[in-house]
């Protein structure tokens, strides 16, 4: 299993101001992958955190909105940039680790973003 | 492409009763079908995952689910519910290698004493 810990846990944040949320993990993962959680809606991926290179963005979500790094394997940003209301969210970082299909994939406990 | 469809955002259930949560899932690929359980203000939980293996599968907490593939439906079961299993569920698909999953809407799921 892998262990997960994402700050801040929590802000509330002013509409055109930026946040950078920190992901990491007590050991080497394979995936790294950060999810938006709507006021009582599902998940939606926004992206594929990836070593040392750009992240792999989901359609509706551009780099220049949500930039990621990944400088190693156990951790990785993620900014919510020039934020606004519709940006509050719940934002989770999840995880792979191993090779093999249909591994596990391992949730932090999420920031809860209020944007004012 | 995959997708999953949660019928019911929210399911209601006697303590002691059977509990049924249904996804029905569409995909291009084999699918790799999960359920996790959220518990208010925490993160997600694996409950139990299905891989191609053994078509019922056990998790975690007294929960099994059954693929069908003629039915696309990975529906999760529990025999007796209790109140500790109030919380939301999510039934996720992946089509493997380095696939992020697709989420369900959820179901919430209430215990009534």
């Known amino acids: 299993s892998a262990v997960i810990s994402q700050k801040p846990s929590r802000d509330i944040c002013q509409r055109g101001t930026s946040l950078t949320i920190q992901c990491q993990v007590d050991?080497?993962?394979?995936?790294m992958f950060w999810y938006r959680q709507q006021p009582g809606q599902s998940l939606t991926l926004i992206a594929t955190?990836?070593?040392?290179?750009?992240?792999?963005?989901e359609s509706g979500f551009v780099i220049d909105k949500f930039p990621i790094s990944r400088p190693n394997l156990t951790f990785s940003t993620l900014t919510v940039s020039n934020m606004s209301p519709e940006d509050s969210s719940i934002y989770l970082c999840s995880v792979v680790s191993g090779f093999s299909i249909g591994t596990e994939a391992f949730f932090g406990q999420g920031t809860r973003l209020t944007v004012v | 492409a995959q997708s999953v469809t949660q019928l019911g955002s929210h399911v209601s259930v006697s303590e002691g009763a059977l509990v049924l949560l249904r996804c029905n899932y569409s995909s291009s690929v084999p699918p790799y079908l999960f359920w996790y359980v959220q518990y208010p203000n925490q993160g997600l939980q694996l409950l139990l995952k299905?891989?191609?293996?053994?078509?019922l599968v056990k998790g975690i907490n007294g929960f099994e689910a059954e693929f069908k593939k003629s039915e696309t439906s990975f529906h999760l079961t529990k025999p007796s519910a209790h109140m500790s299993d109030a919380a939301e569920y999510f039934c996720a698909v992946s089509g493997g290698g380095a696939d992020g999953l697709t989420f369900g809407k959820g179901t919430h799921l209430i215990i009534q004493p």
């Open positions: 299905y891989t191609s293996a053994a078509t």
């Open positions: 050991s080497q993962v394979t995936m």
């Open positions: 955190a990836n070593q040392g290179s750009e992240a792999t963005y």
